[in-house]
């Protein structure tokens, strides 16, 4: 059986979205870019953000949505 929640405690997925092409910028638990997913060029519509143990993303411009990093 796995621990989902322990593997997105573990996951890396600002590294995800960096290999996705994206160059994100910000501090210590919040991050931006442009969305890797639609491939958009407005550099503060992808956030990624630390909530509540785990890492969590969402795109504001496209229909990409959101969510963690197994859904990314």
């Known amino acids: 059986m796995f621990d989902i929640e322990a ?8 590294g995800y979205v960096e290999r996705a092409g994206a160059t994100p910028k910000g501090r210590a638990n919040r991050y ?3 969305c890797p997913l639609h491939g958009g060029d407005n550099p503060t ?12 993303w969402n795109c504001f ?5 959101g969510g963690d990093a197994i859904r990314f």
């Open 7 to 14: 593997i997105l405690a573990k996951s890396d997925l600002l």
């Open 32 to 34: 931006s870019c442009a």
């Open 45 to 56: 519509a992808f956030s990624i953000y630390h909530k509540d143990g785990k890492w969590l």
């Open 61 to 65: 411009t496209g229909s990409c949505g």
